[in-house]
């Protein structure tokens, strides 16, 4: 027989997708009404807005309409109340997202020296990896002098979900979190000592809704200082990968972060070597602006691989000024993806 | 009559050029010997190799000379004991040598982005200063990811003075001090978190025996985080020079540096753009390759005037590498040494 009961169970078969939890363990099940085989059901959302709204939906619907007596289904959304949401998921915490979030991989983007290309790196990987069908997420670690959302053309702020804020999505649908997201206006600088700094870093990671991800991919700032260090200690890394100019001053820098990677213990997946040359427009010359390539060395001290050189291409430039890294196509792209995902499982499974 | 009181007297005159007392007051005065009209003197260094021994020697030299019955003067150099030198001196303690230092101006480099050449713009400007006959000094402030050593071709590590260490000599006689000086390998990441980075840095003013400077130009690392703060709040800053290069990127980071100036009340002397254009060495056209400028915004945003705007120069790369900044040859320079003297006779009365 078809009754409220019979809706109650066929429900508590149906997980909040974000949550991992049903829906009637989450007490978004508020009201159901049946009258001639025509089912009424109203489902309360964790907030109000939910993105994924349309598939709690269409889960709701589908799973009523497989019942044999069901001939009509409705569905009505509402959102609970800050109460209801507490009294259900508990108030807010720090780290209250993590439990929430599946990540199998987490790699991240490093050099020591600033300005090499990191951000850069950091957005065409995940952009290469997002098009080969992974779930990708970008943390943007570079609390005071942030790329990330000037690369994906981002702006903040991100909206609150349930247990955390939800990270912005790329057009793509690249998660990216980034400490200028919540800044009121971007111009503003984050004027915080090293330890609040680290906080920022871990509350990026476990206070966003990152829900099941591939990779995410964590772009440093410059130097061995507080969000390298709290990067590495707090959150599972599983590997680095290195960025490095031609510069031989830059690549002095960039072996003391390979130290330093060695001396938390995080293997380095490969080494990308960016600024590598630039092709004159004109004479299609090869000009090595920055001198001749330091990376070998660079790749000795890591004991990894190469995974690409990349050319210094005005291009390049302005799509990421214009916010549309993802639509940066390098020729080197196919071959930097293929080298970082063929090194990448034997970081899986690192010995501790 | 020729006694050793009379020499004493005149040795009371005569002043250490470092620590600005007298070799009397000192105690550095060990010996007397008078016979016909010949003096033998024994001065006891505060250090041994004291580079300014032979200045010291010769000071003694010509005022013991300029007595009317001396006919002779020999002058032999010993060096106090350790406990001689605490004696008068007083145990090492932080900031010890800071009460010696006469420095007229303290200039920060600054850009809030990595890699936009900070460290080229300080090395330039000090270099330009110091062959206009000025004193000039460079505080290396980046402790994680020094560049200073390289591009002037320094390695430490400095030798002891009486009261700190002392800063190495350029080849044109800039004083410089760097973290990277005082580790054993230069490769060594310094992995620290950040208030051990603002403590380093006052150490790097405070223990350093930097004498009489006309300019102190401080290298501050990226970000507005531990380095530029304590830099900003325990260092007699006058005036920050801004650099930022055409990307949007950049311009966006360096204006959170800007409004971070503002915040702290250190005025900004201006703004250098680098990094703005490579003329092709084939076909002398010359290629924007970082976009078109953005630096009238930084400009508007940090309400100062354009030093100068460099090109991208492989051969300028090329030095930095090999330790020689101070053989770079742009015809920029003038202009941008002359801008930066005019704006900062601005900064040395500030208000507070």
Redesign the interface.
Known sequence: MLDKDKILVTLSQVNDPELHRSLTDLKMVRDVKIQDGKVDVTIALTVPNCPLKVQIESDVRAAIAALPEVKQVAVNLTSMTEEERKAVLGEAKEGAAAPYNHIRRVVAVMS?????GK?LVTGLLATALAREGYRVGVLDAD?????IP??FGLHGPPEPGPVGIRPLQSRIGIKVISMNFLLEN??????????L??RAITQLWGDVMWGDLDYLLVDL??????A??TTMQSLPVNGIVMVTTP????S??V???V??AQ??NTPIVGVVENMAY?V????G?R?????PSHVSEVML?AGAPLLAQLP?D?QV??L??AGDVEQVTLVEIPALLEAFIQAMPLMINRPT
């Open positions: 020591g020296k600033g300005g090499v951000s609390i005071t002098g942030p790329s000037t690369l971007e111009d503003t600088p984050v004027i915080w000592r090293g330890p700094i680290g700032p410059p130097g061995t200082s507080d390298s260090l510069q031989g001053l830059a002095m820098v072996r003391k972060a130290h330093m001396a938390v630039f004159c427009p004109d004479t010359k000009h090595f602006i920055f001198g001290t210094i005005p430039s302005a990421c000024d």
